[in-house]
């Protein structure tokens, strides 16, 4: 009932959508479905059972539910009036025919149900004693849903002469068209392994599948995350199906449900099996597993849907050049647009935009490919990833720290941009601008800002070609501002004319990429410990003595500055491989923490009637930083969450965390930051913006 009641909610007032649908009702709209009882029989005899059904038609984009709704909703019931002359043991259990998948939000939330029509049969037993009529009178309670969901009620009857039988054709025939599809018994063996996420499930099915078929399970309870993909493989010996455990699913004696076949130029067909637990079936996986939304329903992206979250990643890659952690970075692109608008060549300048856009898009194409590879690995993978590998983090503090060193002028990267005739100024400019995309989009990506958390979560389950166009979205976004400062005619006047301010300018920027290393230096002590700041450090120093010694000419002093530079990089990757642990030896928390995030600990602390607040950080997030600073370590937030009695949970990603990962994709959000707010009674959470106030936390424990 807990889970009824939960998806209940979940599909009227989690989705907004309770408040719209009473209106609907009172304000005297229509029923959304025409429901109707009809048998086969006009007449029946005392003592014999024969099919009744309930028969449902939907309008157009409405669906209503199968036995199990999945995610959100409740599936329809007839409930017998005291008026009937049957009693309720008269008529046996509901018949379920092959339900189809309904994606909600993709990705996130996945229904299974109907369209259209819908015939559900029920068998009815005579009374030995029925004398003229039998009486049928009910109620059809139902939940039916578009855009908004709608409980509605219609009110039902059959009168059936009791004498000779007589056959009513139309009723019948359809009665047994839609009995044909209500899943058989499955002739067969079942297994199911949950040693391991995800679990197998393996199939024997005597005389095999068909050749190119392919299989959903549908659960008949709540054990596996229902919009999860189901990858497969299907052979003729059998099937073996990944199924991804919910947060709270596990599996008892077996593993109950349904497994439709969809199989090419053929009706779908449904299978009722039980899995039992063990081993996985031997044989029954002849091919490499394929991901598979669902047998003959796709739940992957629309055009609209793609555009749509192409479109928030474009909006959040835009925002991204305003965020602390690319800041720095595009200082140095900065200076590089006002040297190339002193050149006075138009051409110049555009060049300088399109390479720069050309190092962001080449990066964020190559970042989707890697969280794809991740992906197919280990079944999901989060932005800022990179982050979680201290060897990375120590390298890119290094990179920040030797940009910081040319900002100040101890060494050049090549000629000056505005020396246009010569070949080799033109290519290094190429090549610094570049660089400079490159670098802003390794920095700039694992911030989720404003209007990416969701696109990025939605699409990360996605077919490749979606995540690479969201990806690609998202760096044309962060890279725009600066491609239409080198193409728009005249825009580049704005820009201040070069001059010894420049010189100075450009050291003083040097300052923020010092602070940007440092600050991948405190990641790196989460993830590796002081051992590998000290080697990074070193690393740093070797760094300094080649950029040193390199000013001096001789072959003797450029070999002993390559092997220096070697020195710098190798040593702190190497030593970041040790992870860091606290004195107790478990993965430091931070310190304003009232307590670490688990999902035990949140359902305890529901279960006490307390309001729970759950930050998802990491100490390589930017934003996050941001927003402890500004509105989560602040004395009223604090002072709030004292007098509203308010605990406050954190969940620190800064390490890889299966659980944390799961967590943040079955809430769709691609990383962190993520915040969670659980008033007091509630089981589910309101997820707040990435960008907090302190107003906005304030007024959601106060309960304004």
């Not at 049928?136 to 004498?163: F, H």
């Amino acid at each position: 009932m807990i889970r009824v009641y939960r998806a209940l909610v979940l599909a009227l007032a989690g989705l907004g959508l309770f408040a719209p649908a009473v209106a609907a009702q009172a304000s005297g709209d229509g029923r959304r479905a025409e429901a109707e009882l009809i048998s086969e029989r006009t007449s029946v005899l005392p003592g014999e059972t024969v099919f009744i059904a309930l028969k449902m038609t939907m309008d157009p984009g409405w669906h209503i539910y199968w036995r199990n709704a999945g995610d959100a909703g409740l599936p329809p019931q007839l409930i017998l009036k005291e008026t009937a002359n049957i009693s309720e043991g008269a008529l046996g259990e509901m018949m379920w025919p092959l339900p189809k998948l309904l994606p909600v939000v993709d990705g996130e939330i996945m229904d299974y149900g109907y369209d259209d029509e819908a015939v559900f049969a029920l068998p009815l037993t005579v009374p030995a004693d029925a004398a003229g009529e039998v009486r049928i009178e009910a109620v059809a309670d139902y939940l039916i849903c578009e855009s908004i969901c709608i409980p509605e009620t219609a009110d039902v009857s059959l009168v059936l002469a009791v004498g000779e039988p007589v056959e009513n054709v139309p009723a019948g025939d359809l009665i047994g068209a839609w009995i044909a599809k209500v899943p058989r018994s499955f002739e067969g063996q079942a297994r199911i392994d949950d040693a391991a996420s995800p679990w197998t499930l393996s199939l024997s099915l005597a005389g095999g599948f068909p050749e190119g078929a392919g299989v959903r399970f549908f659960p008949f309870e709540h054990e596996i995350s229902h919009p999860a993909e189901q990858p497969q493989r299907v052979g003729p010996n059998g099937a073996s199906l990944l199924l991804t455990p919910d947060r709270a699913g596990q599996v008892g004696e077996a593993l109950e449900g349904i497994i439709r076949v969809d199989a090419p130029g053929a009706e779908p067909v449904g299978y009722v099996i039980r899995a039992e637990r063990g081993e996985a079936l031997a044989g029954t996986a002849d091919a490499a597993f394929v991901p598979v939304a669902g047998a003959g329903d796709a739940a992957g992206l629309s055009w609209q849907g793609l555009l749509s979250l192409a479109g928030f990643a474009f909006l959040g890659g835009l925002i991204l050049n305003l965020m602390p952690c690319v800041l720095p970075v595009l200082s140095m692109k900065a200076l590089g647009m006002v040297s190339a608008a002193a050149s006075g060549h138009a051409g110049e300048l555009r060049a300088h935009g399109l390479w720069y856009t050309g190092g962001v898009l080449v990066s964020f194409a190559a970042l989707a490919l890697v969280i794809l590879a991740v992906r197919q690995a280990t079944g999901f993978a989060t932005l800022g990833f990179q982050l979680q590998h201290a060897p990375t983090v120590a390298v890119l503090a290094l990179i920040m720290f030797a940009v910081g060193l040319w900002l100040m002028g101890f060494f050049e990267l090549g000629s000056s941009i505005t020396n246009t005739g010569s070949s080799l100024a033109g290519r290094g400019g190429a090549m610094g601008a570049f660089f400079t995309g490159v670098l802003a989009a390794v920095v700039g990506a694992p911030c989720v800002g404003p209007f990416l958390g969701a696109a990025l979560g939605a699409v990360m389950s996605q077919p490749a070609p979606a995540v690479i166009a969201v990806f690609l979205a998202m760096g044309f976004g962060m890279a725009l501002p600066f491609l239409v400062l080198s193409f728009v005619p005249g825009l580049h006047r704005l820009l201040p004319k070069p001059g010894k301010w420049m010189d100075t300018l450009k050291q003083f920027f040097a300052f923020p990429m010092f602070l940007t290393a440092a600050w991948l230096l405190s990641v790196l002590a989460d993830l590796a410990g002081a051992g590998a700041v000290g080697w990074t450090l070193a690393g740093a120093t070797a760094l300094g003595f080649a950029v040193w010694i390199v000013r001096e000419a001789g072959m003797i002093r450029r070999a002993a500055a390559i092997a220096a530079l070697i020195a710098a990089f190798a040593l702190p990757a190497v030593q970041a491989n040790v992870p860091a642990t606290s004195a107790g030896g478990e993965p430091s928390v931070p310190s304003y923490a009232e307590a670490a995030w688990s999902p035990a600990q949140v359902d305890a602390l529901l279960a006490e009637g307390r309001p729970v607040f759950v930050d998802f950080t990491a100490s390589w997030c930017a934003s996050c930083q941001v927003n402890k600073l500004t509105t989560l370590d602040t004395k009223r937030v604090k002072a709030a969450f004292e007098a509203a009695d308010v605990a406050f949970l954190v969940a620190d990603f800064t390490q890889k965390d299966p659980v944390i990962a799961d967590e943040l994709k079955r809430r769709g959000r691609a990383g962190v930051p993520m915040y969670l707010w659980y008033p007091a009674g509630s089981s589910e959470p309101q997820i707040l913006p990435e960008l907090l106030t302190q107003e906005l936390v304030i007024g959601l424990v106060e309960g304004r």
